[in-house]
Structure formats: C-alpha cells, structure tokens
C-alpha cells in the first residue's frame, strides 16, 4: 500500500468548506476555508504534496465531489455521519473541528466508508426518492379533502373503495353549497388529479430504466418474492385503487445495492422490510414505508408470472 503524505479533512457545506490538512512527515496541521465549487476544492487537494488521501462526510451535497477527486488521481474516502465516534464530553461542534476529527479518524482508519453509487444509479435513486414525495403529497392531499367534507358532514356511503374510479366520480358530484367551500374543493380535486398524473408519470419512466439500470438485478431477485414486482400495488387491498401501480420497490433496491456484495437472502428481506422472525409486524425498528412495499402487495390475490433474473 502506498505510504500517504497528505492527509486532508474536508467540512463540506453549500456555500463553504474547511479543509484540515496534516503533513504526514513534518506533522504539520493547517486549516483553510474554501469556496463551495467542487472544481476549486479539486484543484486545492490535487495542488498538496502526493499521495493525497481526502475524507469527508455523505450528505446533501451528494457524491460529485467524491467522483471528481477519484477522477484527478486522489484518493477519496465518503463518510457515514451517524458512524463518526464522538466522545460523550465533546459538545462544542464547529466547523474546525469537525474537519479536525475527520482526518484524524481517517489517518487511523476509523471512518466507515460509504459506498459511491455510479451515475446512473443514482439518476434511479432521485427518480425514485420524487417518486416517494409525490407520494407522501398525495396522501397529505387527500387527507385535506376527507377533513373538508367531514367539516360539511359529507360521507362517502361505501367504505372500502375509497379513491376508486367510483369514489371520484362521487366526489365530482359533492356541492357544499358555500362558494368558498366549493371553491376549496375544486382545487384539492384539482392538487389530487394532479398529483396521480405526476406519480403515474414517475412510475412509467422507472418501469422502463429499471431493466437497464445497474439495480436490474437486484430488483430481479427482490420480484422473486411472492407478491413483488418492479412496481408494486400502491395499495394492496383488491378494492383500493387497484387500477394504479403504487409502492415502488427500487427503493428497497437501492438500499439493498449500497453494499458492494451481493446481498445475502436475509439481508435482502431486511432491505425489502421483511424479516425471517415472525414478530416483524410488531416490530417498531422495521422502515415503514420498506415494509410496506413488500407486505401489501401480499392483499392481492392475482397470480404474477415468475421473475427470471436478469
């Protein structure tokens, strides 16, 4: 292994960045605030004295930084954040000495790594997280709608199509008589019709990267478990919008793909939000929306043709 004579921790933030870079020979420790342009803190480490080994922690800035430094010959480590030790007495947390930290953990080997996802996965990964949002908006959306005409005593007489085809075409019908009511309700249908167009849009573009994509074979195995596909049912229960494809198990995919292993079948029931104890509906470490995806599609009762993996 080559001997390393740069050591460098990078605080990473939006706007500004402090590097904390240690000479391996003299023990020399400097600080030096930088902008937040990834070609600028490229050119600075590329600029100290080689070999040059480069940490920083995963976050909102993403992994360009880490593909950039990797491309101009340094070497560069991303940093789980919830893994980073921290002793019980230190809470004074600045800038400095979170760069400070970094590289001497990375001088001793005490970062845990995190994996770089390539491009394309990660294209699939925000694809997949707008996906997520869109979902979480419609539900908000249509929780505001049941709340309005609870408010006028309006009540669906079915109960268990709720959101079918039927349901809506009651809800076109609804006059609350007020003109500000029935404006109100004019513009949530108009947020939900919205909404379900943009999901089923989303839905459409990842049934179709998916073949393609580096998470084709993990999102095969994952289609072997009875019940999953590409894109399972939003709600699995035969009579609740089961026209629409909902809960998208890429998710559970590209959590599974983080690791550079093949998955194990245990871990990848873990990812999907299954477990091989059979407590795990009551068990609250279980991700909701992962268990989810891999639990409601067990409602339906249509056979599936069998996943042949890729």
Not at 100 to 124: N, S, T, Y
Not at 193 to 210: A, F, G, K, M, P
Not at 222 to 242: F, H, M
Not at 268 to 274: K, P, V
Request: proline share 6%; glycine share 8%.
């Amino acid at each position: 292994m080559t001997k390393v004579r740069t050591w460098t921790g990078l605080d990473v933030h939006a706007a500004k960045v402090i590097a904390c870079v240690v000479d391996a020979e003299s023990g020399e420790m400097t600080v030096r605030r930088l902008p937040g342009e990834t070609k600028e803190l490229v050119a600075f480490c590329a600029g100290r004295s080689a070999p040059v080994r480069v940490a920083y922690e995963a976050g909102p800035t993403g992994f360009g930084l880490s593909r950039a430094l990797t491309a101009a010959g340094v070497g560069c480590v991303v940093a789980a954040p919830g893994k980073i030790e921290r002793p019980a007495t230190d809470r004074v947390k600045t800038d400095q000495r979170d760069a400070e930290r970094l590289v001497r953990l990375l001088m001793i080997d005490g970062l845990h790594v995190v994996r770089v996802p390539g491009i394309e996965e990660e294209a699939i990964r925000d694809l997949v997280r707008a996906r997520e949002d869109i979902r979480g908006d419609l539900m908000r959306a249509r929780h505001r709608l049941g709340k309005l005409l609870l408010r006028h005593d309006v009540r669906y007489d079915s109960t268990g199509d709720n959101w079918t085809v039927r349901h809506r075409v009651w809800l076109t019908d609804v006059q609350l008589g007020e003109r500000g009511a029935q404006a109100t309700l004019i513009d949530y249908l108009g947020a939900i019709d919205t909404l379900v167009l943009r999901r089923d849009t989303l839905e459409q573009t990842i049934s179709q990267l998916i073949p393609g994509s580096p998470l084709a074979d993990t999102v095969a195995r994952l289609r072997c478990l009875r019940g999953i596909d590409t894109l399972s049912r939003s709600l699995g229960k035969p009579n609740n919008d089961c026209t629409k494809p909902g809960a998208v198990l890429t998710t559970s995919a590209a959590s599974a793909a983080r690791s550079s292993q093949s998955p194990s079948p245990d871990t990848s029931l873990a990812s999907a939000g299954q477990s091989p104890t059979p407590n795990n509906s009551h068990d609250p470490s279980t991700p909701q929306h992962s268990a989810e995806e891999a639990a409601e599609p067990a409602w339906s009762p249509r056979a599936r043709t069998p996943a042949v993996l890729l």
